[in-house]
Protein backbone atom coordinates (compact mmCIF):
# COMPACT_ATOMS: atom_id res chain seq x y z
CA UNK A 1 0.00 0.00 0.00
CA UNK A 2 0.74 3.50 -0.59
CA UNK A 3 1.10 5.37 3.21
CA UNK A 4 1.42 8.75 4.82
CA UNK A 5 5.52 7.52 4.32
CA UNK A 6 5.79 6.52 1.53
CA UNK A 7 8.25 9.48 -0.33
CA UNK A 8 7.58 7.86 -3.94
CA UNK A 9 6.87 4.81 -5.93
CA UNK A 10 9.67 3.37 -8.22
CA UNK A 11 9.17 0.98 -10.95
CA UNK A 12 11.87 -1.23 -12.44
CA UNK A 13 11.52 -3.92 -14.72
CA UNK A 14 12.62 -8.13 -13.69
CA UNK A 15 16.48 -7.30 -14.79
CA UNK A 16 16.73 -3.61 -13.07
CA UNK A 17 15.40 -5.64 -9.70
CA UNK A 18 18.21 -8.06 -9.84
CA UNK A 19 20.73 -6.96 -7.49
CA UNK A 20 23.92 -7.70 -8.21
CA UNK A 21 26.76 -9.91 -6.21
CA UNK A 22 28.31 -7.27 -3.57
CA UNK A 23 31.90 -6.59 -4.71
CA UNK A 24 34.95 -5.49 -2.32
CA UNK A 25 35.46 -1.54 -1.79
CA UNK A 26 38.05 -0.15 -4.31
CA UNK A 27 37.95 3.21 -2.77
CA UNK A 28 36.70 5.19 -5.50
CA UNK A 29 34.92 7.69 -3.52
CA UNK A 30 31.94 7.90 -5.78
CA UNK A 31 29.46 7.40 -2.61
CA UNK A 32 31.32 9.92 -0.85
CA UNK A 33 30.95 12.41 -4.10
CA UNK A 34 27.83 11.94 -4.64
CA UNK A 35 26.36 12.22 -0.95
CA UNK A 36 24.10 15.52 -0.74
CA UNK A 37 24.67 15.19 3.24
CA UNK A 38 28.59 15.21 2.56
CA UNK A 39 28.92 11.87 4.65
CA UNK A 40 31.63 9.01 4.21
CA UNK A 41 28.61 5.94 3.14
CA UNK A 42 31.56 3.57 2.82
CA UNK A 43 33.15 4.29 6.29
CA UNK A 44 29.56 4.84 8.16
CA UNK A 45 29.16 0.99 6.32
CA UNK A 46 32.21 -0.37 8.00
CA UNK A 47 31.41 1.35 11.25
CA UNK A 48 27.86 -0.36 11.25
CA UNK A 49 28.60 -3.68 10.27
CA UNK A 50 32.12 -3.16 12.69
CA UNK A 51 28.93 -2.10 15.57
CA UNK A 52 31.61 0.91 16.35
CA UNK A 53 28.45 3.21 17.19
CA UNK A 54 30.77 5.73 18.67
CA UNK A 55 32.30 6.32 15.00
CA UNK A 56 29.02 6.15 13.09
CA UNK A 57 27.71 8.83 15.42
CA UNK A 58 30.82 10.98 15.39
CA UNK A 59 30.20 10.42 12.03
CA UNK A 60 26.85 11.84 11.68
CA UNK A 61 25.27 8.54 10.71
CA UNK A 62 21.90 10.24 11.76
CA UNK A 63 22.25 13.03 8.88
CA UNK A 64 21.51 10.79 6.55
CA UNK A 65 18.76 11.35 4.75
CA UNK A 66 18.60 7.71 3.01
CA UNK A 67 18.23 8.95 -0.63
CA UNK A 68 19.79 6.22 -1.98
CA UNK A 69 22.44 7.30 -4.23
CA UNK A 70 25.28 5.62 -2.42
CA UNK A 71 23.92 2.22 -3.22
CA UNK A 72 23.00 3.69 -6.83
CA UNK A 73 26.31 4.83 -7.95
CA UNK A 74 28.72 2.58 -6.26
CA UNK A 75 30.48 0.36 -8.96
CA UNK A 76 30.96 -2.72 -6.66
CA UNK A 77 27.50 -2.77 -6.09
CA UNK A 78 27.93 -2.34 -1.92
CA UNK A 79 24.66 -2.22 0.15
CA UNK A 80 25.21 1.22 1.46
CA UNK A 81 21.80 2.31 2.43
CA UNK A 82 20.90 -0.63 3.58
CA UNK A 83 23.78 -0.72 6.22
CA UNK A 84 23.59 2.25 7.20
CA UNK A 85 19.94 2.66 7.53
CA UNK A 86 20.41 0.10 9.95
CA UNK A 87 23.24 1.91 11.73
CA UNK A 88 21.64 4.92 12.27
CA UNK A 89 18.46 3.05 13.80
CA UNK A 90 20.70 1.98 16.39
CA UNK A 91 22.44 5.12 16.98
CA UNK A 92 19.57 6.82 16.90
CA UNK A 93 18.03 4.14 19.81
CA UNK A 94 22.06 5.40 21.77
CA UNK A 95 21.31 9.35 21.37
CA UNK A 96 17.05 8.70 22.53
CA UNK A 97 18.48 6.73 25.65
CA UNK A 98 21.08 9.09 26.49
CA UNK A 99 18.16 12.26 26.39
CA UNK A 100 16.14 10.35 28.43
S1 LIG B 1 31.35 3.82 -4.19
FE1 LIG B 1 31.53 1.69 -3.45
S2 LIG B 1 33.55 1.03 -4.13
FE2 LIG B 1 33.53 3.28 -4.26
S3 LIG B 1 34.36 3.99 -2.25
FE3 LIG B 1 32.11 3.88 -2.07
S4 LIG B 1 31.70 1.84 -1.21
FE4 LIG B 1 33.79 1.80 -2.05
S1 LIG C 1 21.68 7.32 1.51
FE1 LIG C 1 22.58 8.60 3.17
S2 LIG C 1 24.78 8.21 3.07
FE2 LIG C 1 23.89 7.48 1.11
S3 LIG C 1 24.09 9.24 -0.29
FE3 LIG C 1 22.06 9.39 0.66
S4 LIG C 1 22.35 10.72 2.47
FE4 LIG C 1 24.39 10.02 1.82
Known sequence: PVTKGSSGVLLLTKEESIRKPMQDCIRCAKCVNV????????????????KDWEK??????????????CSYTCPAHRPLLDQIRLGKGKVMGIIRARKS
Open 35 to 50: CPMGLNPAFLMKFTIY
Open 56 to 69: AEANYIQDCIECGS
